[in-house]
């Protein structure tokens, strides 16, 4: 493309320093016999064992005994197994069982990648030609598992990013609910969707307690998948009965945290293995509220499910699965506003096209329409959004990724009509944005690619990843952009 792209000279790498305490089981027998040394131990032994671990940990994390309790309250369910009761155990002996069930777990050891950017919900105490943004991350450690990380800063007129202070002690949520159901509610609502002639019921809810959980009922649907054949074309229906028991769960972080220590990291059994390519996006919905939406791909080591995180504050955030027949690949990206009354969203539901699909509901998905196919040389294997439509006067503009020779991934971007954006106005016939010299090595080769810009002082400014490894960002005049994709048609 005929466009000025600028590169800046910031570049955000992993950083193995930053760490979680995370809590750590191999096996009972194993976890009974450590348990028994510390009962066993007389108080002076447990007393300076404790001091020694408290020494070398407590400056690492914010608050390390009460980790060590949380952790030790996971495994005091086996005391009875050995005869002891909870109440035998003194304070400091419970604190020191716990600290030999919790790992430090680098975070970002093996990559920083992946960025998007909004506008911080909070503006107030700058200039009016500076914004204050936040940065959310991929970060990546051993055994390749992501968890979603936050950095905050404030781009002044010039488009220069200078980051606030990031915080030292990276915390995991202070709490976190998992949503239950009721099963005479859920029947009447099998009953609407009209499965029990189909499905037999007692395959499913007989064997659910009155209280159960999402994970439980997904057991007792895996149990009726196995038991019961089904035509391919009613296996819809039992994605419809698990879209009723949305895996939801809420995290809640201590308000003392500052925003860069905030770790979201796999929580549910679907994501056990990592939280990939959060899309962020400020939503405004018609009555003017604001919401912060972000689209990302849970992991569990075989399986993807798309799911949808919801927050107001980056305090507290509601996690919920996206469900429907198009909800199965990666790279959803929501728009920041309803259209003609509906949700919509970018996906890609065959791996190598970009659709468009609308709902009356933000967490289901039922149909979607070719919108974009490749169609120029550096684009031809795959073609994909690179975070969510952005509005501009002239149109939606969406950043894609393209997939060319030697599985190189660049940037370009594409213009759709604002009230009718199934209509392409323009797109890239070049890439706006390749891997160059400095950025086509790292831990997955030649590849550039974003979760989500933004538009400030009338200059667009795309974050990225470097091959896989670290970001940096960049900034393209609106106009200039704008004006390349229109003359594109």
Known sequence: MLVSVIRKNITFNPDPSRVIARFLFTEEQRAINTIRFVVDMNEDEASFALKQTLRDYSMRHRNISKIFEKHFNRIRHLLPLMNVLPDTIGYSKKILIGSYFTMEYSIESAAFFNPSMVEHPDQSEISPEAKRVILSFRATGEGHISSIVFRTGIIDKNNKLTLEPIGNLLEEAEHIRRHTYNKSLFAHKLDEMEVHGIIP???????????????????????ARKAVHLASDKEFLFNQIIWLASSHYELQFSLDTNISERVIFPVSANERNGIEDARFVKFVDDDNTIKYYATYTAYDGATILPKLLETEDFYHFKVMPLHGEIAKNKGMALFPRKINGKYAML???????????????ITVWREAQLLQQPKYPWELIQIG???SPVETKDGWLVITHGVGPMREYALGAALFDLDNPEREIGRSKTPLLFPNSDEREGYVPNVVYSCGSIVHNNDLIIPYAMSD??????????????NELKGSK
């Open 385 to 387: 959004n690179c975070g």
């Open 469 to 482: 490894y670290s970001s940096t960002y960049a900034s393209v005049n609106l106009k200039e952009l704008i």
């Open 201 to 223: 019921p007692a395959l499913i809810l007989d064997k659910l307690k009155e209280e159960f959980t999402y994970g439980e009922l997904r057991k007792c649907i895996e149990d």
């Open 347 to 361: 996906c890609r539901i065959d791996g190598f096209n970009n659709y468009i699909a609308f709902s009356d509901n």
